[in-house]
T-cell receptor, first 114, second 110 residues
Framework: NAGVTQTPKFQVLKTGQSMTLQCAQD?????MSWYRQDPGMGLRLIHY???????DQGEVPNGYNVSRSTTEDFPLRLLSAAPSQTSVYFC?????????????FGAGTRLSVL | KNEVEQSPQNLTAQEGEFITINCSYS?????LHWLQQHPGGGIVSLFM???GKKKHGRLIATINIQEKHSSLHITASHPRDSAVYIC????????????FGKGTKLSVKP
């Protein structure tokens, strides 16, 4: 049972480049989310999804797009990378938005934008 | 003011010591989570609480809803407990979204 899988683990981009961070879970979880973690700050929610075909913005959505075409996958797209997007990104999932559920986290993607 | 405050920010302990990490929050919540972030970066969920107390091995988590406060205790601490401990709350009425504290960095010396 793989849990939540994130790829890549590390990435270096130049300003203006685009890329997609992949997130997949094999637990049939309805709720998936993307966070960024910056030094001296708590994890901040970028986007989330409460089920296939449904996405919504979190606290810091600017510069990021998401889609949820299947229950398993929740990719995060950077359309035009900026140095301010240098961060560590975590994907997480849980059974259901309404219930009080344990969150399962991926291993993280460390992104540097030069 | 942050909605979730943790104290202390950094904590150094000797192996075997009893450790307490505190979390205070200012919003109504339906649940509170304690997470552990390993030095390698991975995040693991330790506890989810909505009332009372939970225990798992040497870890104990308590919550006082009236006082909007939770504590994470580690008994007989060990160097392998060295990690960042993160408190996160699920606000009442939210769609399952969490609000995170900044974390407490614990270092346990042998």
């Amino acid at each position: 049972n793989a849990g939540v899988t994130q790829t890549p683990k590390f990435q270096v981009l130049k300003t203006g480049q685009s890329m997609t961070l992949q997130c997949a879970q094999d637990m049939n979880h309805e709720y998936m989310s993307w966070y960024r973690q910056d030094p001296g700050m708590g994890l901040r929610l970028i986007h989330y999804s409460v089920g296939a075909g449904i996405t919504d913005q979190g606290e810091v959505p600017n510069g990021y797009n998401v889609s949820r075409s299947t229950t398993e996958d929740f990719p995060l797209r950077l359309l035009s990378a900026a140095p301010s997007q240098t961060s560590v990104y975590f994907c997480a999932s849980s059974w259901d938005r309404a219930a009080k559920n344990i969150q399962y986290f991926g291993a993280g993607t460390r992104l540097s934008v030069l | 003011k942050n909605e979730v405050e943790q104290s202390p920010q950094n904590l150094t302990a000797q192996e075997g010591e009893f450790i307490t990490i505190n979390c205070s929050y200012s919003v109504g919540i339906s649940a509170l989570h304690w997470l552990q972030q390993h030095p390698g970066g991975g995040i693991v969920s330790l506890f989810m609480l909505s009332s009372g107390k939970k225990k798992h091995g040497r870890l104990i988590a308590t919550i006082n809803i009236q006082e909007k406060h939770s504590s994470l205790h580690i008994t007989a601490s060990h160097p392998r407990d060295s990690a960042v401990y993160i408190c996160a709350v699920m606000r009442v009425g939210s769609q399952g979204n969490l609000i995170f504290g900044k974390g407490t960095k614990l270092s346990v010396k042998p």
